[in-house]
């Protein structure tokens, strides 16, 4: 082992400060990561020469047992390489686009009258395959207007001239159908037929307007020359054509050919969604999952997919459009942020949908592994509120009151990020007269932790004060007097604007509207204010209606909670009879009572 580290130690001592790619290796000779450097000797040293707080990087630096590196010329050379050597080799640590799904292709297969179909399995034999296509409707509505376009053989036979010339075939139903020109007995010319290939493969590429275009200088030569059937035919596709089109998601004409790629990175995984524009169409709509493995950042991600997401689609654009600014440099490829207009809808659109697939496969990990789920969102907490351990134990706590009123608090307990109802706590100020939100923060926090303190109960990871620096100020003078102050994480969010304080700060954080761990801190609070709202409302309800008991002359606290086990409510009690009452009273009691009321009305 002490070898191992003696000849890591000596190669960072000797790595040079170029731009390049270096190799982790395992004590079995196999690769397990693979990464780019602007500065070789800085990014790879920076492994083992600082504390690493990422899990997972631990991990990785543990198995190193040997370190190789490439020298390239630049950066984007060394992209370039990196992104080739992690599809090669596949290395445990490196991100993967994770992806189970085989999807179609629509093939012109290479062969005398080509035929075109859809199919899972792509081969490298000299035919043309146009996608894959995500969406199956979009492939079949295709292949449904090639159809309707198009006379076109679906027989599987070799029509060599050759063949064609012995009449080896016959005629089939197609042919009578009019959905095939009869190819196969020389009924329809290589020329006409190649020539509705090449517009075909125009459509598929999403030139639907020069498509139009041809169509109707075709339609305007046949009705020069007054060939009205040929020109009505030119007409019918036109129409067919058009109307494609308009059912097709347009974007804009202006925005003849570029790429979208948006992403939304979580800690372990993000969310791309592609969308390749031709023509002012949409073509290609992707959203895909990558597994991250050493939390790589947006341009490590997308330094990975983009270039096979567009490898995948067959895309030309020299633009792609994107939601924010990137460090990144592909070969003869423009980033833009757009700030208004048809491009800037584009990327919102794009944004959406991988917001959508994000919180689709949430819901299914939700489903499919909770504990993994609730895993996961307590990490995001963890990381979110810099805390040291995992925040399994939460609570919360919130002050109600009406002007100093019937004061209360309650504390809400949260384990494994879900409610544990069992263990919430109401408390009834005691020590506080008057409006003192403060004072009532600072004695139900005293009484809860005092009480955990003395029965040696569990402390909670993480306090959550439903407030502003007022209120966690208060929280933390009550944890200073029980000498807990520093073995719990404590903050406070405000509601104004969901500001996050914590002790010691002057300024507030604001965490991303969008994040989990946003979500289950208001979850919390909600529940909290919910929790003592409800108590207070009791109170306050259960003491207007005492209030009128207690001023009857002659009827103790005993006689008012008799009467009040039995009947439920004042007003029921007002419209009993003497007899009614004196089953649980007595007589004397119980016409003191009825004459009281009968007095009041």
């Known amino acids: 082992m002490s070898s191992i580290k003696e000849l890591i130690q000596l190669k960072l001592k000797t790595l040079p400060e170029k731009p390049?790619?270096?190799?982790?290796?395992?004590?079995?000779?196999?690769?397990?990561?693979?990464?780019?450097?602007?500065?070789?000797?800085?990014?790879?040293?920076?492994?083992?020469?600082?504390?690493?707080?990422?899990?997972?990087?631990?991990?990785?630096?543990?198995?190193?047992?040997?370190?190789?590196?490439?020298?390239?010329?630049?950066?984007?050379?060394?992209?370039?390489l990196e992104n080739n050597l992690i599809k090669k080799y596949q290395p445990k640590y490196n991100i993967q686009l994770k992806d189970d799904k085989t999807y179609p292709w629509i093939c012109i297969k290479n062969e005398p009258f080509p035929r075109v179909f859809s199919t899972r399995n792509v081969y490298r034999d000299g035919s043309k395959y146009f996608g894959p296509y995500p969406s199956g409707k979009v492939m079949h509505t295709l292949l449904n207007l090639i159809k309707e376009l198009y006379p076109l053989r679906n027989c599987t036979f070799d029509l060599s001239a050759t063949k064609i010339k012995e009449k080896r075939y016959k005629v089939c139903l197609e042919y009578h159908l009019g959905t095939c020109l009869g190819p196969c007995e020389g009924r329809q010319s290589s020329a006409l037929y190649t020539e509705n290939i090449a517009q075909i493969e125009n459509l598929l590429k999403g030139n639907i307007s020069s498509v139009i275009h041809f169509l109707k200088g075709e339609m305007g030569k046949y009705a020069a020359q007054q060939e009205y059937e040929l020109a009505q035919e030119m007409k019918q596709k036109l129409l067919i054509l058009e109307k494609y089109q308009a059912k097709s998601t347009i974007v804009s004409p202006s925005i003849h050919q570029v790429d979208v790629c948006t992403l939304i990175n979580e800690p372990d995984s993000a969310f791309v969604n592609y969308l390749c524009i031709h023509n002012g169409s949409i073509i290609h709509a992707y959203t895909a999952e990558v597994k991250k493995k050493l939390d790589e950042t947006r341009e490590e991600v997308l330094g990975y997919v983009l270039p096979e997401l567009r490898a995948r689609f067959a895309s030309e654009s020299k633009e792609i459009l994107v939601d924010e600014k990137l460090d990144l440099q592909l070969m003869g490829l423009q980033f833009t942020v757009p700030k208004i207009g048809d491009k800037k809808h584009l990327v919102e659109l794009s944004l959406r949908n991988a917001k959508f697939y994000k919180l689709e496969k949430q819901k299914q990990e939700k489903i499919i592994d909770p504990e993994r789920?609730?895993?996961?969102?307590?990490?995001?907490?963890?990381?979110?509120?810099?805390?040291?351990?995992?925040?399994?134990?939460?609570?919360?706590?919130?002050?109600?009151?009406?002007?100093?009123?019937?004061?209360?608090?309650?504390?809400?307990?949260?384990?494994?990020?879900?409610?544990?109802?069992?263990d919430y706590r109401h408390f009834n100020v005691k020590t506080v007269e008057g409006p003192d939100d403060f004072a009532s923060m600072e004695e139900a926090v005293y009484r809860r932790y005092k009480r955990l303190k003395e029965e040696n109960q569990s402390l909670p990871q993480l306090i959550v004060i439903d407030g502003g620096k007022g209120q966690l100020s208060a929280a933390l003078k009550a944890l200073e007097k029980l000498d807990l102050r520093g073995k719990m994480a404590i903050v406070g969010i405000a509601k104004r604007l969901e500001e996050i304080f914590f002790p010691g700060d002057s300024f507030p954080i604001y965490i991303d509207k969008r994040s989990e761990s946003l979500k289950v801190i208001q979850f919390m609070r909600n529940e909290a204010h919910?929790?003592?709202?409800?108590?207070?409302?009791?109170?306050?309800?259960?003491?207007?209606?005492?209030?009128?008991?207690?001023?009857?002359?002659?009827?103790?606290?005993?006689?008012?909670?008799?009467?009040?086990?039995?009947?439920?409510?004042?007003?029921?009690?007002?419209?009993?009879?003497?007899?009614?009452?004196?089953?649980?009273?007595?007589?004397?009691?119980?016409?003191?009572?009825?004459?009281?009321?009968k007095t009041e009305v």
């Open 20 to 80: 390049g790619i270096y190799q982790y290796f395992d004590a079995s000779g196999t690769i397990i990561y693979v990464g780019k450097a602007k500065n070789l000797k800085k990014r790879v040293s920076s492994y083992f020469n600082k504390t690493q707080d990422n899990g997972k990087t631990i991990l990785l630096v543990k198995r190193i047992a040997d370190i190789q590196y490439m020298v390239v010329d630049s950066e984007l050379d060394a992209l370039l």
């Open 373 to 422: 789920h609730s895993k996961r969102i307590l990490e995001q907490l963890q990381k979110d509120f810099r805390l040291q351990d995992l925040p399994v134990h939460m609570e919360c706590f919130d002050n109600s009151n009406i002007q100093g009123t019937h004061p209360v608090s309650a504390c809400i307990v949260f384990k494994n990020g879900k409610p544990s109802k069992q």
């Open 530 to 597: 919910r929790f003592g709202i409800t108590h207070h409302r009791n109170k306050r309800s259960k003491a207007a209606i005492t209030s009128e008991l207690i001023d009857i002359q002659g009827i103790g606290p005993k006689t008012q909670e008799d009467l009040m086990k039995a009947f439920k409510t004042v007003a029921v009690i007002k419209k009993l009879p003497v007899e009614k009452l004196q089953e649980i009273i007595g007589l004397a009691k119980a016409k003191i009572v009825h004459n009281y009321f």
